[in-house]
């Protein structure tokens, strides 16, 4: 597949998608207009914006059928095989992290998708990877369960009870 047939196949499916929202939006019931007294409907951001996603879509269709950018006029392979590698492990990657979150919760899948990303792919030290996972875990429980007060799954039980003794701790000494 050339990149000129990408970028062709992309603005086809970006513009369908963006239709699909519009409409979902539109038959869903969500006031796209302002609503007297409170303000801005619900559907008002995601309906324009999706227009907007549309109407860009059509123009980079234009645009291609014109041939006014490098990229609608490329006959070169949108990606080469080493790539591809780079593009499938990734994807598995973030599935099995997806996967792993209801096991051993978000905290704990994060960090094991990013200790396998930078060990695995990025070659970094042993070192630099476990401080990076465990920076990642204490700077995502500061920001959501600290700051935000939003709590994030947290697997099977024995994951739980660990955060638990977390949370104790905090509103015991810390609050």
């Known amino acids: 597949m050339t990149i000129r047939t990408m970028e062709l196949l992309t603005a086809i ?11 979902n939006i ?22 324009w914006l999706s227009l907007g996603m549309a109407l860009t879509s059509l123009w980079t269709l234009w645009r291609w059928y014109k041939g006014t950018t490098p990229e609608s006029r490329n006959e070169e392979a949108y990606i080469d095989p080493d790539s591809i590698v780079l593009v499938v492990t990734s994807f598995v990657a973030l599935t099995v992290m997806i996967f792993l979150v209801n096991i051993v ?4 899948a994060v960090a094991l ?9 990025g070659r970094h030290s042993w070192k630099m ?3 990076m996972c465990f ?16 709590y994030l799954p ?19 000494y810390l609050m």
């Not at 499916?13 to 409409?23: G, P, V």
Request: glycine share 14%; net charge negative; charged share 15%.
């Open 26 to 47: 539109w038959s869903g019931g969500l006031n796209i207009g302002w609503v007297e007294g409170r303000g801005p409907g619900a559907g008002v951001w995601p309906f």
């Open 105 to 108: 919760g978000t905290y704990i």
């Open 154 to 172: 947290k697997g099977w039980p024995i994951f739980e009870e660990w955060f638990l003794w977390i949370d104790n701790y905090r509103w015991e």
């Open 113 to 121: 998708f990013l200790g396998f990303y930078m060990r695995a792919l």
């Open 13 to 23: 499916a970006m513009f369908l998608f963006s239709l699909s929202l519009m409409w």
């Open 135 to 150: 920076g990642a875990i204490v700077f995502i429980y500061f920001l959501f369960e600290w700051q935000l007060t939003k």
């Open 129 to 131: 990877t476990v401080t």
